[in-house]
Nanobody, 124 residues
Framework: VLLVESGGGLVQAGGSLKLSCEAS???????????VGWFRQVPGKEREFVAA??????TTYYADSVKGRFTIAREQNTVYLLSDSVKPEDTAVYYC?????????????????WGQGTQVTFSS
């Protein structure tokens, strides 16, 4: 595992979400140098794209399902996925991944390095 996600757990209605993605060792493609994407997956469904940030942090891109509710941001060697408007349909395992190909940022096959995932569960 080269990337490590953290921050998952129960998110209550009206609560906030803050997921972090960091490199697990020094030889890993650090989130500060790569384009990074967040994906999510629920049992029985395909893994879906959520958001991506370019290597220089100048550009971000979101799936329609989270646009306006989620924010992807980078601070030094950590990439965050943030939200203050979590919905029940956001319950999933969230994965971060790194790539050098930001042009194809919404495709899983673009990403070479993946984290192990962190579970986020909406709680009413």
């Amino acid at each position: 595992v080269l990337l490590v996600e953290s921050g998952g757990g129960l998110v209550q209605a009206g609560g906030s979400l803050k997921l972090s993605c960091e490199a697990s060792r020094r030889s890993a493609p650090t989130p500060s140098l790569s384009a990074v994407g967040w994906f999510r997956q629920v049992p029985g469904k395909e893994r879906e794209f959520v958001a991506a940030i370019s290597a220089n942090s100048m550009t971000t891109y979101y799936a329609d399902s989270v646009k306006g509710r989620f924010t992807i941001a980078r601070e030094q060697n950590t990439v965050y996925l943030l939200s203050d408007s979590v919905k029940p349909e956001d319950t999933a395992v969230y994965y971060c991944a790194a790539t050098d190909n930001y042009e194809k940022r919404s495709f899983q096959s673009t990403y070479i390095y993946w984290g192990q995932g962190t579970q986020v569960t909406f709680s009413s």
